[in-house]
């Protein structure tokens, strides 16, 4: 059973352009999680989804942050029109529809805008 | 200050020496969870503890949940060097949904 899948797993953006992190569940989960790890920080909590619903994103910056979670195809957070601050780790979670207080990360994705 | 709160920052020990992590947390929650991140890697999960349970082992990791006290610990029997890590709790309000992160502990195992 493969883990929490990220791609990719570094990304570069010139600052304005738009940065897609794509999220592949554990098999059978269907919640996911999307975390943000600054710089010598621990991880802050940005979003949560369930196939084809948010419910929860009160971590997400109210603009050029948005995330999804399609009935088909992994999850995906878009950042437009990126900015030097949003250079961060971006952790996906995921856990199962029963028991699912425990949550298994993924890799990771690093985001450097240049 | 914020939800979950590491102690020490950093802690340096020896190759077969105890390590103890605190973690303290401000509101009530339904569990409190460890895990640990090797440098520029994702998170492990080590243990979950639930706001009903005292004590739980894994392996060589024991973590204690103190409610009434609003924090937990984090005990590695025997260190190795590859213990080497940070080490974050989190929090859960609810049995699903976000968890809060602390700003971790850097343990660091010495051969």
């Known amino acids: 059973n493969a883990g929490v899948m990220q791609n990719p797993r570094h990304l570069v953006r010139r600052r304005g352009q738009e940065a897609r992190l794509r999220c592949s569940p554990m098999k059978g989960h269907s919640h996911v999680y999307w975390y943000r790890q600054l710089p010598e920080e621990g991880l802050k909590f940005m979003v949560y989804l369930q196939k084809e619903n948010i419910i929860d994103e009160s971590g997400m910056p109210k603009e050029r942050f948005s995330a999804e979670f399609p009935k088909e195809g992994p999850s995906i957070l878009r950042i437009q029109q990126v900015v030097r601050g949003d250079s961060a780790a971006y952790f996906c979670?995921?856990?199962?529809?029963?028991?699912?207080?425990?949550?298994?990360f993924g890799p990771g994705t690093r985001l450097t805008v240049l | 200050s914020q939800q979950g709160e590491e102690d020490p920052q950093a802690l340096s020990i020896q190759e077969g020496e105890n390590a103890t992590m605190n973690c303290s947390y401000k509101t009530s929650i339904n569990n409190l969870q460890w895990y640990r991140q090797n440098s520029g890697r994702g998170l492990v999960h080590l243990i979950l503890?639930?706001?009903?349970?005292r004590e739980k082992h894994s392996g060589r990791l024991r973590v204690t949940l103190d409610t009434s006290k609003k924090s937990s610990s984090l005990l590695i029997t025997a260190s190795r060097a590859a213990d080497t890590a940070s080490y974050f709790c989190a929090t859960g309000l609810t049995s699903y949904g976000k968890l809060t992160f602390g700003q971790g502990t850097i343990l660091t195992v010495h051969p």
């Open positions: 503890i639930r706001s009903n349970e």
């Open positions: 979670a995921s856990s199962p529809p029963t028991q699912s207080d425990e949550q298994f």
